[in-house]
């Protein structure tokens, strides 16, 4: 930001919410002729929120410029700045914007150097406490979404010709092991069908073909544990709705069978 004259700086507002600790400066051209830094403090991570500073008694200038740095690992996003500021010799206190930058929709991706898992490693084991019977289920303040919305377009890279495949090292189950169960509730007599927006397919389309590799002559069957179903057991009784008295009918791209071949008379010797 930019005065034609001179201004004095009081203070400095920032609205921001951060996931890690960050150091914000300014910087004026008065004392020299070129900007330099003239204040900075750090600002510990948060929710969005203001975070307010008293900024030097003599720090003035006609120009001014501030700027953020996160810590390594951190995410930020900032809002807004703004500072307390007056013309001298007599001018009234006002507050001045600074202009942030916006981040563009377009956006180069960043390489990390990350270093591929040896071959030997050593499992981390993580302290989990298993979930006890007793339990208070916590609703998410999760709102429905609207009737018309607009459609998000990822940018999605398609997969090239030439790409080598990724093994993930799983391990088999073992012989003994023990049956997690998890705590499902049943399915109300009382519930709303959700309906999710499927767009028809269109009279012409293209066909997606996935590169699936041969399996090899020499392979290994994997056998999983499958219990048998015992003599006495409960049916699953699904919910499901029946057919209305009125529907649309949908009509799947099937291929005609093609002509079959008149029949041709050959002479057979007796």
Known sequence: MGFEKNYLFGKVDIDLTSTGSGVFTLQTDIPGRVLAQTFSFTIPSGTRRPVSSRLPGTMQGHYCTGRYVPAAGGQTELYGVRVWARELPTGQWAWYVLPVVETG?????????????????????????????????????VEPTEESFQKLSLPVEPTGESY????????????????????????SETFSPLSIPVEPTG????????????????????????????????????????????????????KTTPPVPEWVDVGVDE
Request: proline residues 15%; charged residues 20%.
């Open 164 to 187: 080598s495949p990724v093994q993930i090292p799983v391990e088999p189950t073992s012989e003994t092991y023990s049956k997690m169960a998890l705590p499902v509730e049943p399915t």
């Open 105 to 141: 929709l377009e956006y180069q991706a960043i390489n990390l150097p990350v270093e591929p898992t040896g071959t030997s490693y050593s499992k981390l084991e993580l302290p989990v406490e298993p979930t006890g019977e007793s339990f208070s289920k916590m609703s998410l303040p």
């Open 203 to 254: 009279e012409t389309y293209s066909k997606m073909a996935l590169p699936v590799e041969p399996t090899e002559e020499s392979f290994q069957k994997l056998s999983l544990p499958v219990e048998p179903t015992g003599e006495t057991y409960s049916a699953l009784t699904v919910p499901i709705e029946p057919t209305g008295e009125s529907y649309s009918q949908i009509k799947l791209p099937v």
